[in-house]
């Protein structure tokens, strides 16, 4: 609980952050058809508008991930931090300031702009500061609590939206995004892990030099000194993948995972706007649900879990419960369904901490910025093909004149990603792969204080 209760700043931080996200998700549906096509309940246009954008986000996110992952090794994970969110406020302002076609266009542009360089960021570089400053055994319940701040967020977010109209929502949105920025640079504590601490050795390759003095006539010599490089190359995610077969294997699912994700967020509004005519409200009280749901589930059953149930297990119930709720999703008979589906998300939501974990633990304390960075770019690419897949698809069906009469056959497509991340999450295994620590030698005068032996130790 000590560990957990420092990581108290963090979770506030991503608490107001997804907060000002969230709150304006049930409105842009009914911004966008607005501005787009006002008065219809279909609009081909909106869909494939959004399936582009999603997708040049996903370009972006695929560069940046490993990128931003890896410079925070370097440079600490608060000062790469500061970046996505700061920048997540420049779209959230323009439509807090007019929802006009003519600034509904210019969101549009900012957010595809700002999302590109840091859509996941936030998520990405928390998990690395969790990873951090949890040992081992614990992590899988803490990137669970951590993952149900986010859903605790969604929650208030969801019913903020709610209860606000659309402008109030993306003015407090604005304002509140603002606030998560001034709070995280002002509190959160850049605790970097300790060399002492490493889990594991380093897996990719790193430039190292031999017999480098430590400071000017200091006597205390690192014969292995690491100087760690600040892109990534193509190369250094390969040595990763191959290095290691579970987080390849967790890799994979992240792919197919996030592809059925993906798919699901560039179809399901549109679909539930063309059969049933929903509206911000019923947005907001279906997401709501959800958020509820898996709030329920990572701050309380995961953790209770955790201990008793190995994390491959819990993911792949998760992915198998995926499929029965997309699956009975696409058949949509009434409007009562997609509530009832809902609660599938109790068990839907401990996906991503269970793989997060699993990546996490193949690496070494000083690597967990890549490691999330390349799991999140992995994430990425999935993002960048879905809306490409199912945008069209979901247009094609849900037009007037379809191939043939099944509106749901895109949400069923859908179901085969998830079922394809399931399959491959039954050939994970628990063995965690780790590497003992290269001993450096090191000579320590007395002139150098037996604290800094310790630290470079």
């Given at each position: ?26 409105a842009i549906t009914d911004v966008t058809m607005e501005a787009l096509c006002p008065g219809v309940d ?416």
């Amino acid at each position: 609980m000590e560990e957990l209760a420092e990581l108290g700043h963090l979770f506030m931080t991503v608490f107001l952050s997804t907060l000002s996200a969230i709150m304006v998700v049930p409105a842009i549906t009914d911004v966008t058809m607005e501005a787009l096509c006002p008065g219809v309940d279909e609009c081909s246009l909106a869909i494939y508008l959004s399936g582009f954008q999603q997708a040049v986000i996903g370009v972006g996110t695929v560069v940046m991930m490993p990128l931003i992952g890896n410079l925070s090794d370097r440079y600490g994970r608060k000062a790469l931090l500061t970046f996505p969110i700061t920048i997540s406020i420049i779209p959230l302002a323009t439509l807090a300031y007019s929802r006009s076609t003519e600034f509904f266009y210019a969101y549009y542009i900012l957010r595809t702009l700002t999302a590109m360089l840091s859509e996941g960021s936030t998520n990405c570089l928390a998990l690395a500061y969790v990873a951090d400053n949890i040992s081992e055994s614990k992590r899988t319940s803490a990137f669970g609590i951590l993952a149900g701040v986010g859903s605790a967020a969604f929650v208030f977010g969801t019913l903020a939206a709610r209860f606000l109209s659309t402008a109030l929502a993306f003015q407090v949105a604005a304002v509140l995004s603002m606030v998560a920025a001034v709070y995280m640079r002002v509190f959160l504590k850049d605790k970097l892990s300790e060399t002492g601490h490493l889990l594991a050795q380093p897996i990719l390759k790193q430039i190292v030099s031999n017999d480098d003095e430590v400071g000017d006539g200091e006597s205390c010599v690192l014969t292995n000194k690491v100087a760690f490089k600040a892109f990534p190359s193509v190369g250094d995610l390969v040595s990763l993948l191959r290095t290691s077969v579970t987080f390849s294997q967790a890799a994979i699912v992240t792919f197919f995972n996030s592809l059925a994700e993906g798919g699901l967020q560039a179809a399901m509004m549109y679909y539930l706007k063309a059969r049933f005519q929903f509206s911000k409200n019923q947005y907001a009280d279906l997401m709501l649900i959800v958020g509820l749901a898996g709030m329920l589930s990572q701050l309380v059953l995961m953790p209770l879990l955790a201990p008793f149930v190995a994390e491959q297990k819990l993911l792949s119930l998760g992915l198998l419960v995926g499929c029965a709720n997309v699956y009975f999703f696409h058949e949509l008979v009434s409007i009562q369904v997609p509530y009832a589906t809902a609660v599938f998300t109790v068990v839907v939501v401990l996906v991503t901490p269970c793989l997060r974990s699993i990546a996490s633990k193949q690496v070494g304390s000083s690597e967990q910025g890549k490691a999330q960075g390349c799991l999140s770019g992995i994430g990425s690419i999935g993002s960048i093909i879905s809306p490409l897949l199912f945008s069209p698809l979901t247009a094609m069906f849900l037009s007037e004149k379809p191939p043939f009469d099944f509106p749901g056959f895109s949400i069923l497509c859908i179901g085969f990603m998830t079922m394809i991340a399931f399959i491959q999450s039954l050939m994970i295994t628990a063995d965690h792969h780790h590497h003992q620590i290269p001993t450096h030698k090191i000579d320590c005068s007395d002139r150098l204080e037996a604290s800094s032996c310790d630290h470079l130790r």
